[in-house]
């Protein structure tokens, strides 16, 4: 059987970098919900020259992509890509050492092509053991006072993701119907 210890890395580090992945993972609906919100209030969304303007320079190029309507719009997957990759780095490690316990037995040479699709597979699995509730509660039983301050803020962006869901739509309804 696994436990919350055994996915952990030893100390702090792993423990405040899994609970960064896990909030920034969090965050992608509120951000989602409230581009959405804001693209439809400030008119973008009825305007099409200002959803497609036209780009003939650089200046207008770097003037789209500053724009806070781009900036919102593009939010939102960044952050979810962000998590993604940090989880994965973070659980790469793991993932390495357990398969070089699984070489050894099985008596592969570390250029072997198999242990690299199985070390993928490996930080993928524990990717996803790493974002459960349990293992979540003992990175922040690690963290101590700051891990009470991530479950607070955990529970914030949870509750605020759900509660934009009604008010997202009503906006939608009421500036686009």
């Known amino acids: ?10 100390g702090r580090r792993d423990a405040a970098g899994l609970l960064v992945s896990w909030l920034l993972r969090r ?7 409230f581009g959405a919100i804001v693209v439809v209030l400030t008119g973008v969304a009825d305007d099409p020259d200002r959803v497609r303007p036209e780009l003939t320079s650089v200046a207008g190029l770097e003037a789209l992509l500053r724009s806070p309507t781009t900036l919102l719009l593009v939010a939102a997957p960044a952050v979810r890509l962000a998590s993604t990759v940090l989880s994965l780095v973070l659980a790469m490690p793991l993932a390495a050492r357990l398969q070089r316990e699984a070489d050894r037995a099985l008596q592969r040479g570390p250029w072997h092509p198999l242990p690299w699709i199985d070390r993928w597979r490996l930080t993928r699995g524990l990717q996803r053991v790493r974002w459960t509730s349990a293992v979540r509660r003992r990175a922040r039983q690690r963290l101590g006072r700051t891990g009470a301050r991530v479950l607070v803020a955990d529970l914030v962006l949870l509750v605020t993701g759900i509660v934009m869901v009604p008010v997202a739509v009503a906006v939608l309804a009421s500036e686009l119907g």
């Open 1 to 10: 059987m696994i436990g919350p210890d055994d996915v952990l890395g030893p």
């Open 27 to 33: 965050l992608f609906w509120p951000l989602l919900w």
